[in-house]
């Protein structure tokens, strides 16, 4: 049953990695609270049901049919739960940030800071560090604040 599980997610997090990748947002108007149906499109599916339903139609088994036949509870698409799993992949990728950051000889620490209209405060920083013979940049991390 594990084994099944995490063959369940392998779709579902390349899928979230490919709108992430890609600067694309998950969800649509109206696509949560309501069962997902490979063969049935909605106009308002955000692009991960989307994505789905095109990996479905183009022959993944695992989408097609492991995540369509499991049992609710283990379909891993509700919003709460990609949310979920978006924070996991964060964290990874900020782990390995900082893995490279460790080993490299030298790096430094970019903090922007801007305010929108409303007041509400956003910080932004990044780092910059040398290896493997060339210079990188990752973001690390926003902060949101709300000047009221």
Not at 67 to 83: D, T, V
């Amino acid at each position: 049953m594990v084994r099944d599980n995490r063959r369940r997610l392998v779709p579902i997090l390349k899928t979230i990695v490919f709108c992430e990748r890609n600067g694309l947002p998950l969800r649509g108007h109206q696509d949560t609270g309501r069962e997902f149906m490979i063969d049935e499109s909605n106009e308002s599916d955000g692009n991960f049901r989307s994505l789905l339903r095109f990996r479905a139609d183009s022959g993944d088994k695992t989408v097609s049919h492991d995540i369509i036949m499991a049992p609710k509870n283990a379909r891993y698409l509700h919003p709460e739960i990609q949310n979920e799993l978006i924070e996991i992949i964060g964290e990874e990728v900020l782990q390995n940030t900082v893995d490279h950051i460790k080993e490299s000889e030298h790096f430094s620490v970019l903090a922007d800071e801007t305010t929108d209209v409303s007041g509400k405060e956003q910080l932004n920083v990044c780092v910059r560090y040398y290896a493997g013979g060339k210079i990188c940049e990752d973001f690390l991390r926003s902060r949101w604040e709300s000047n009221c």
